[in-house]
């Protein structure tokens, strides 16, 4: 037998793992954009300058924040671009879907305990969308 148990290296491993997507979600940063498919709308092609891409920021909460204890907490994101109305979807890897409002009041004891990517996804009123993502940890 080694010097590590079989027991202790998957362990090791798991936390690994964690740190290593915890760092690839934190240096991505919080922004994706996706733009519409070639400015190209019900077969009308649309100037780029009349067009701003729609995009979404999560604001709160911070990647990387612990949420924790009975205060609610205040999920927000900023959002520019796109054709309105503006469809919100708040979703969690491991709760999923959270809320379909613009922004939420959340109480951490409602988040199952563990790591959670919080996605937020928009889709504007031409069905392109867009995800924002931050990385929490839920106590």
């Known amino acids: ?14 936390w690994m793992i964690i740190i ?4 690839a979600i934190l240096f991505a940063g ?4 996706k733009s ?11 100037a780029d300058e009349a067009r701003e891409d729609l ?3 999560i604001t709160s909460p911070k990647a ?3 949420l924790q204890g009975d ?11 796109g054709e309105k109305p503006l469809n919100f979807v708040w979703s969690s890897s491991i709760d999923g879907e959270l809320s379909t409002s613009q922004s939420l009041q959340l109480n951490p004891s409602k988040l199952s305990k563990g790591g959670h990517v919080i ?3 928009v889709t504007d009123a031409s069905g392109s969308s867009t995800q924002g993502t931050v990385l929490i940890e839920a106590m």
């Open 71 to 81: 205060k609610d907490v205040n999920f927000a994101s900023i959002v520019r671009g």
């Open 20 to 23: 290593a997507l915890c760092l």
């Open 119 to 121: 996605i937020l996804t």
């Open 1 to 14: 037998m080694g010097l590590y148990s079989n027991r202790s290296f998957n362990s090791g491993m798991k």
């Open 30 to 33: 919080c922004v994706e954009k």
């Open 55 to 57: 995009t979404v920021t």
């Open 36 to 46: 519409e498919t070639n400015g190209v709308k019900n077969g009308t092609a649309i």
């Open 64 to 66: 990387g924040d612990i």
